[in-house]
């Protein structure tokens, strides 16, 4: 099974509506602790003014910023030695990695007219592949099924063939009995 993801954003609605900015941030998270960082410092940052700063915004595997596209294989998050694994692609519309990176950053406030905002697009694609054991199986199974088939079939018939000599042993031996009487 392979799947990717690919986030983009979608450039000609930008400049169809007028908008400047078409780059955007994403962040990946593969763990909560990071992710509730994030939560905080960003919920610190709009209502508190406070910077604060947390460990994975210096790590270019989670934070991907003022990006036009990424595009993201299974290769990048699925490995062999654990059957699973969350992530949180988290797109942000906030100043936060600019409000910690920036010394002199002040906020801005949001315009109600939606000049800054940016369409993303995310294109998921799913493919399976079979492996030579699936293969193998469902040629058995296939050929279990023809076989059952065949005998139901046969059952038929000889269901038919018993009926049609019952009936006919029945008529004689009806035949038989008026001789009788």
């Known amino acids: 099974m392979t799947v990717d993801f690919g ?3 979608d450039v000609q609605k930008n400049l169809n509506n007028m908008k ?4 955007f941030d994403l962040m ?5 602790k990071d992710y509730l960082c994030y939560v905080e410092a960003v919920h610190q940052l709009q ?4 910077k604060r700063p947390c460990d994975f915004i210096y790590k270019k595997s989670i934070l991907k910023d003022s990006i036009y596209a990424l595009n993201l294989t299974d290769e990048q998050f699925l490995t062999s030695t654990s059957k699973a694994k969350e992530y949180f692609f988290v797109i942000d519309n906030t100043d936060y990695p600019e409000a910690i990176f920036d010394e002199s950053w002040i906020p801005v406030p949001i315009p109600k007219d939606g000049s800054k905002d940016v369409y993303i697009t995310l294109d998921v694609k799913t493919t399976f592949t079979s492996n030579g054991k699936y293969f193998f199986w469902t040629w058995i199974f296939g050929l279990i099924l023809i ?4 005998l ?5 018939v000889c269901y038919c063939r018993q009926s049609f000599v019952y009936n006919r042993y ?3 031996r009806k035949q038989y ?3 009788l009487l």
């Open 7 to 9: 986030f983009s954003s």
């Open 20 to 23: 400047s900015g078409i780059t």
């Open 28 to 32: 990946v998270f593969d763990n909560n």
């Open 47 to 50: 209502h508190q003014n406070i």
């Open 147 to 150: 076989a059952l088939g065949g």
């Open 152 to 156: 139901l079939f046969f059952s038929f």
């Open 170 to 172: 029945a008529k004689e």
């Open 177 to 179: 009995k008026q001789q």
